[in-house]
């Protein structure tokens, strides 16, 4: 999110302090340096980066405001890919940028290594230069570094395409990576609005009573602004729906006024800093948005037109307005720009950079005030098949060119012309340009279009060591292949001839998704034109999701099509937004807003890879495909249709005192409600569009609610509208009794068919449930015969994540160091597949435990360690009766998610054998189905 880089350092700087070894003298801490900060390690490679930021440390004037803008040491860090140990100075490659979270090297200005500061031997302490030089081991093969700036405040302040340098293989060499050197600011302001009545519908509709609106860009090193619609900081008029940031009434701790020729880069975002931006397949979106500046006379406004420009990494292109019309904010990605008067073309970007000498390569040349009929030309030869397709972006294909770089020209039917120098490159022999997508999982099959030049037939393609895979040569400029499976890092992918000519491009294995999940509803009901409840998925990302707050890079979609179709491209598709923590999973949120009545099908999908790949996720997980019968369902309706969009709230005791509202269209007098086929009392019908009731008495889970138009012979049905939860008043008394359980709460009794094959003396009857805000309750009717000839055990298992894809199947139980752990250990299969317990509760020979005891008999068992279970015993409490267990687990020992399951067997001493007894029990006559569970929701 950095537009073109202002200038780039690229004469190496001199080092003093000579090693006397045949390479490039360092500040390695050697004998000749009076007192080293750190000394390089034996076999390392010293690299110097630097960042000029003499012109905004000067003398204090109106615009530039640098009493504020001044950076101290350690304010900037040099971000990349790499990991820093400040310790000992040395940074290590890590493709994933560590994860965006560093630590990275801290940029100074305190002088020399060789006396006791962090730089180059000649820097001189104070110049308003800073840099860091660090000390990195070579590999076996050469690393490409990736690189940029970031402030104190993590924002990037680095402008253009990314830095990069390379460490040879084994090489202990000195190497300077290019620097930044920033711009002398100038006096010109911006002012950026937003429209919401006119934005892309994708974002419609717009509630600015729950919704917020943020601004971030290049201007202001990419700091969130959050903008108000109230008629201040640069606002016209308040409660207008237009939301506008003024740079000036926004400037941030080294932020200055715009100069002649600045790009500013920038995106909307929304209900969050980290929210949900203002884009559509990763690009910026200009709906809605309009830019002025105060070009050239400072406080006169005037309108600019707004164009797309690639940000640093090169995936996705941000909205952008260049200030003036002079030459500015080039180099970084070669070629500056050549502005003029207004009305004069101004080319930005020219994608793909480089192509074959014989012509063909079809090219989008991205820039702005383009006209109708406007040429363009590489290097005087004149394009073919040109196509304006906006004032900002012409089509074209390449003509026949001798090799090398070329200026590429537009000039419109006026005679204006806007050079983009060196913007092309030809050449006659093999050649990689680019890969879309440069990025994928490392389960491999990514379709990834490799761009270049001379391919030629029986061209062979690998990725690091592995070949591709379905490799198609479409023409001597692309290539479309599937990715192998590789290890997660950067790749080279290399392209051969079978004259062994060869050519590469980098390619990143990227974290991918490990498991996602629809969350909640399982319904939805929605009128055309509004928006839909909230519905909820979960992500989990190893490496990425378990940490605090929202996992970086991960994006997250809901969308909806027709029912039975397969979620692609044809579906309607709005990003989600973060909304919590759960455990190591990341849990997101999104509503929709149909513009068509009728039935569909809705899904989650996220990406690891910046939306390079993406995993569907219905309401089974990600484990076993997409299937339509597991999707939520959505229903539609008109205007004035019958129907029921919301249930407020969507879940209540199982006693059946809850009051709940109910909204929808076409509501008539003497209406009839059911939950779960129970009919609801208390019936009021408020108005055309709401009534209220209350719920029924029903046992724990989740119901459809139905409503009935009896005069009209109308029905309505939200599946899965209501869950009824465990939640208990009054707390049982944990004494090996079951009496003072309320019948409410008997979750599950025995199948009388089932019953018995162990015989009397091992039973399982009836299982209760409850929860409270402090601990999870269990009651089972049952018991196991205590004769030291025949040792079993009632074991509950407990799933605290259920569907969530994470936990363990009985297979993976491992653990027979113990009287207890072996009878948990297992490998019954539950006909359930999202039942995967985290923990098991036991009693062997009905022994008992007292809370915060252990015992080898009794007690919780938790399976981080498959092989080697946890004791979990604080708080914890098994109490046997003459024909009972009861159980209390304290929810701080296994932090249940909103949505857990439970299960209940019987098992021999080293749990190799069963009861024909489950609870729940098997269904039907023949008792030979795997064992199903309860589920329950935690509200």
Same mark, same amino acid.
């Given at each position: 999110?950095?537009?073109?880089?202002?200038?780039?350092?690229?004469?190496?700087?001199?080092?003093?302090?000579?090693?006397?070894?045949?390479?490039?003298?360092?500040?390695?801490?050697?004998?000749?340096?009076?007192?080293?900060?750190?000394?390089?390690?034996?076999?390392?490679? #010293?690299?110097?980066?630097?960042?000029?930021?003499?012109?905004?440390?000067?003398?204090?004037?109106?615009?530039?405001?640098?009493?504020?803008?001044?950076?101290?040491?350690?304010?900037?860090?040099?971000?990349?890919?790499?990991?820093?140990?400040?310790?000992? +100075?040395?940074?290590?490659?890590?493709?994933?940028?560590?994860?965006?979270?560093?630590?990275?090297?801290?940029?100074?200005?305190?002088?020399?290594?060789?006396?006791?500061?962090?730089?180059?031997?000649?820097?001189?302490?104070?110049?308003?230069?800073?840099?860091?030089?660090?000390?990195?081991?070579?590999?076996?093969?050469?690393?490409?570094?990736?690189?940029?700036?970031?402030?104190?405040?993590?924002?990037?302040?680095?402008?253009?395409? +990314?830095?990069?340098?390379? /460490?040879?293989?084994?090489?202990?060499?000195?190497?300077?990576?290019?620097?930044?050197?920033?711009?002398?600011?100038?006096?010109?302001?911006?002012?950026? %609005?937003?429209?919401?009545?006119?934005?892309?519908?994708?974002?419609?509709? @717009?509630?600015?009573?729950?919704?917020?609106?943020?601004?971030?860009?290049?201007?202001? #090193?990419?700091?969130?602004?959050?903008?108000?619609?109230?008629?201040?900081?640069?606002?016209?008029?308040?409660?207008?729906?237009?939301?506008?940031?003024?740079?000036?009434?926004?400037?941030?701790?080294?932020?200055?006024?715009?100069?002649?020729?600045?790009?500013?880069?920038?995106?909307?975002?929304?209900?969050?800093?980290?929210?949900?931006?203002?884009?559509?397949?990763?690009?910026?979106?200009?709906?809605?948005?309009?830019?002025?500046?105060?070009?050239?006379?400072?406080?006169?406004?005037?309108?600019?037109?707004?164009?797309?420009?690639?940000?640093?990494?090169?995936?996705?292109?941000?909205?952008?307005?260049?200030?003036?019309?002079?030459?500015?904010?080039?180099?970084?990605?070669?070629?500056?720009?050549?502005?003029?008067?207004?009305?004069?073309?101004?080319?930005?970007?020219?994608?793909?950079?480089?192509?074959?000498?014989?012509?063909?390569?079809?090219?989008?040349?991205?820039?702005?005030? @383009?006209?109708?009929?406007?040429?363009?030309?590489?290097?005087?030869?004149?394009?073919?098949?040109?196509?304006?397709?906006?004032?900002?972006?012409?089509?074209?294909?390449?003509?026949?060119?001798?090799?090398?770089?070329?200026?590429?020209?537009?000039?419109?039917?006026?005679?204006?012309?806007?050079?983009?120098?060196?913007?092309?490159?030809?050449?006659?022999?093999?050649?990689? %340009?680019?890969?879309?997508?440069?990025?994928?999982?490392?389960?491999?099959?990514?379709?990834?279009?490799?761009?270049?030049?001379?391919?030629?037939?029986?061209?062979?393609?690998?990725?690091?060591?592995?070949?591709?895979?379905?490799?198609?040569?479409?023409?001597?400029?692309?290539?479309?292949?599937? %990715?192998?499976?590789?290890?997660?890092?950067?790749?080279?992918?290399?392209?051969?001839?079978?004259?062994?000519?060869?050519?590469?491009?980098?390619?990143?294995?990227?974290?991918?998704?490990?498991?996602?999940?629809?969350?909640?509803?399982?319904?939805?009901?929605?009128?055309?034109?509004?928006?839909?409840?909230?519905?909820?998925?979960?992500?989990?990302?190893?490496?990425?999701?378990?940490?605090?707050?929202?996992?970086?890079?991960?994006?997250?979609?809901?969308?909806?099509?027709?029912?039975?179709?397969?979620?692609?491209?044809?579906?309607?598709?709005?990003?989600?937004?973060? +909304?919590?923590?759960?455990?190591?999973?990341?849990?997101?949120?999104?509503?929709?807003?149909?513009?068509?009545?009728?039935?569909?099908?809705?899904?989650?999908?996220?990406?690891?890879?910046?939306?390079?790949?993406?995993?569907?996720?219905?309401?089974?997980?990600?484990?076993?495909?997409?299937?339509?019968?597991?999707?939520?369902?959505?229903?539609?309706?008109?205007?004035?249709?019958?129907?029921?969009?919301?249930?407020?709230?969507?879940?209540?005791?199982?006693?059946?005192?809850?009051?709940?509202?109910?909204?929808?269209?076409?509501?008539?007098?003497?209406?009839?409600?059911?939950?779960?086929?129970?009919?609801?009392?208390?019936?009021?019908?408020?108005?055309?569009?709401?009534?209220?009731?209350?719920?029924?008495?029903?046992?724990?889970?989740?119901?459809?609610?139905?409503?009935?138009?009896?005069?009209?012979?109308?029905?309505?049905?939200?599946?899965?509208?209501?869950?009824?939860?465990?939640?208990?008043?009054?707390?049982?008394?944990?004494?090996?009794?079951?009496?003072?359980?309320?019948?409410?709460?008997?979750?599950?009794?025995?199948?009388?068919?089932?019953?018995?094959?162990?015989?009397? #003396?091992?039973?399982?009857?009836?299982?209760?449930?409850?929860?409270?805000?402090?601990?999870?309750?269990?009651?089972?009717?049952?018991?196991?015969?205590?004769?030291?000839?025949?040792?079993?055990?009632?074991?509950?298992?407990?799933?605290?994540?259920?569907?969530?894809?994470?936990?363990?199947?009985?297979?993976?139980?491992?653990?027979?160091?113990?009287?207890?752990?072996?009878?948990?250990?297992?490998?019954?299969?539950?006909?359930?597949?999202?039942?995967?317990?985290?923990?098991?509760?036991?009693?062997?020979?009905?022994?008992?435990?007292?809370?915060?005891?252990?015992?080898?008999?009794?007690?919780?068992?938790?399976?981080?360690?498959?092989?080697?279970?946890?004791? /979990?015993?604080?708080?914890?409490?098994?109490?046997?009766?003459? +024909?009972?267990?009861?159980i209390k687990i304290p929810r701080a020992q296994v932090n249940p998610t909103a949505r857990g399951a439970l299960s209940v067997l019987?098992?021999?001493?080293?749990? #190799?054998?069963?009861?024909?007894?489950?609870?729940?029990?098997?269904?039907?006559?023949?008792?030979?189905?795997?064992?199903?569970? @309860?589920?329950?929701?935690?509200?």
């Amino acid at each position: 999110m950095k537009s073109r880089i202002t200038s780039i350092i690229g004469t190496a700087l001199a080092f003093a302090c000579a090693t006397g070894s045949g390479e490039k003298p360092s500040g390695d801490g050697n004998a000749l340096c009076a007192k080293p900060t750190f000394v390089k390690p034996s076999g390392h490679a #010293s690299v110097l980066f630097e960042i000029d930021a003499t012109a905004i440390q000067g003398p204090t004037t109106t615009n530039a405001r640098p009493a504020f803008r001044r950076y101290a040491d350690g304010d900037m860090q040099w971000k990349g890919s790499l990991i820093y140990d400040a310790r000992t +100075n040395v940074a290590t490659y890590d493709s994933s940028w560590a994860a965006e979270r560093g630590p990275y090297p801290p940029m100074y200005d305190d002088g020399p290594i060789c006396e006791g500061g962090h730089e180059a031997p000649d820097a001189v302490k104070g110049d308003g230069k800073f840099s860091v030089e660090v000390y990195v081991k070579p590999g076996d093969a050469d690393q490409v570094f990736e690189y940029g700036a970031v402030n104190e405040f993590g924002n990037w302040i680095w402008e253009g395409a +990314n830095g990069t340098f390379t /460490i040879r293989a084994k090489s202990t060499d000195a190497v300077t990576a290019s620097g930044y050197k920033f711009h002398v600011y100038g006096q010109y302001n911006l002012k950026v %609005t937003l429209d919401t009545a006119t934005m892309h519908a994708d974002f419609k509709p @717009f509630d600015p009573t729950t919704q917020t609106v943020w601004l971030k860009g290049s201007m202001n #090193s990419w700091t969130p602004v959050q903008l108000r619609d109230d008629g201040l900081k640069g606002d016209e008029r308040a409660g207008d729906g237009v939301y506008t940031y003024e740079h000036r009434a926004n400037l941030g701790a080294h932020d200055g006024m715009l100069y002649d020729g600045q790009h500013a880069q920038f995106t909307f975002v929304f209900n969050s800093a980290e929210g949900t931006e203002y884009k559509a397949a990763a690009n910026g979106l200009t709906e809605g948005v309009k830019a002025y500046v105060d070009y050239p006379t400072p406080g006169t406004w005037r309108e600019v037109p707004i164009a797309l420009e690639r940000e640093s990494r090169g995936r996705a292109q941000n909205t952008t307005v260049v200030v003036g019309n002079g030459a500015g904010g080039g180099g970084g990605g070669g070629g500056g720009i050549d502005g003029g008067a207004p009305g004069t073309p101004e080319v930005l970007l020219v994608e793909p950079a480089l192509g074959a000498t014989t012509g063909g390569t079809a090219v989008v040349v991205t820039g702005m005030r @383009f006209a109708t009929g406007a040429t363009v030309t590489f290097g005087g030869a004149a394009a073919t098949e040109v196509v304006v397709v906006s004032e900002t972006e012409i089509r074209a294909k390449t003509p026949s060119h001798a090799a090398g770089a070329v200026d590429v020209v537009v000039e419109n039917p006026g005679g204006q012309k806007g050079t983009y120098a060196s913007g092309f490159s030809f050449t006659g022999s093999l050649a990689v %340009t680019s890969l879309t997508p440069d990025r994928g999982s490392p389960a491999g099959g990514t379709t990834v279009t490799i761009a270049g030049a001379g391919f030629e037939d029986g061209v062979t393609v690998k990725f690091g060591d592995a070949p591709a895979v379905d490799v198609q040569r479409r023409s001597a400029t692309e290539i479309v292949c599937k %990715t192998p499976a590789h290890a997660l890092g950067g790749v080279d992918v290399v392209v051969k001839n079978p004259d062994n000519a060869s050519a590469q491009k980098r390619f990143t294995y990227a974290a991918a998704v490990g498991w996602a999940t629809i969350q909640h509803p399982a319904s939805l009901s929605v009128t055309v034109g509004a928006q839909s409840d909230y519905l909820y998925g979960r992500v989990y990302v190893d490496g990425v999701t378990a940490g605090a707050g929202r996992g970086l890079g991960v994006k997250a979609q809901a969308g909806f099509g027709d029912v039975g179709t397969t979620p692609d491209a044809t579906w309607t598709w709005v990003d989600a937004e973060w +909304n919590a923590d759960f455990g190591n999973n990341d849990e997101y949120r999104a509503r929709l807003a149909p513009q068509n009545a009728g039935a569909f099908d809705v899904a989650f999908r996220f990406s690891a890879d910046d939306g390079a790949t993406w995993e569907v996720a219905d309401r089974d997980g990600t484990t076993n495909g997409w299937s339509s019968a597991q999707a939520i369902k959505m229903t539609v309706y008109g205007m004035n249709a019958f129907g029921i969009t919301s249930v407020t709230p969507d879940f209540g005791t199982v006693s059946g005192t809850t009051n709940v509202t109910i909204r929808g269209n076409a509501f008539q007098q003497n209406m009839s409600v059911t939950f779960g086929g129970t009919p609801a009392t208390n019936i009021v019908v408020v108005s055309a569009t709401e009534l209220t009731a209350t719920a029924p008495k029903r046992a724990a889970g989740r119901v459809a609610v139905e409503i009935k138009d009896v005069a009209n012979n109308l029905t309505a049905t939200k599946a899965d509208g209501f869950a009824y939860v465990a939640k208990i008043a009054s707390a049982p008394t944990i004494d090996g009794a079951l009496a003072d359980w309320p019948a409410d709460f008997l979750v599950a009794s025995q199948n009388a068919a089932c019953a018995g094959s162990w015989g009397a #003396s091992n039973t399982l009857a009836d299982l209760y449930f409850a929860y409270d805000d402090t601990n999870l309750y269990i009651g089972i009717r049952g018991k196991t015969e205590t004769a030291t000839s025949n040792h079993n055990a009632i074991v509950a298992y407990l799933d605290t994540d259920y569907a969530s894809g994470q936990g363990r199947l009985l297979s993976d139980l491992t653990d027979n160091n113990g009287l207890l752990d072996s009878h948990i250990s297992g490998s019954f299969a539950f006909s359930d597949a999202d039942f995967r317990p985290d923990y098991a509760v036991a009693t062997r020979d009905m022994a008992a435990v007292a809370a915060d005891a252990c015992s080898d008999s009794a007690g919780l068992r938790g399976f981080a360690n498959p092989a080697d279970f946890a004791w /979990i015993c604080t708080g914890v409490v098994v109490a046997t009766g003459v +024909n009972a267990v009861e159980i209390k687990i304290p929810r701080a020992q296994v932090n249940p998610t909103a949505r857990g399951a439970l299960s209940v067997l019987l098992t021999n001493s080293d749990g #190799s054998a069963y009861s024909n007894e489950l609870l729940p029990a098997r269904p039907g006559a023949t008792c030979t189905s795997n064992a199903p569970v @309860f589920a329950f929701d935690l509200r």
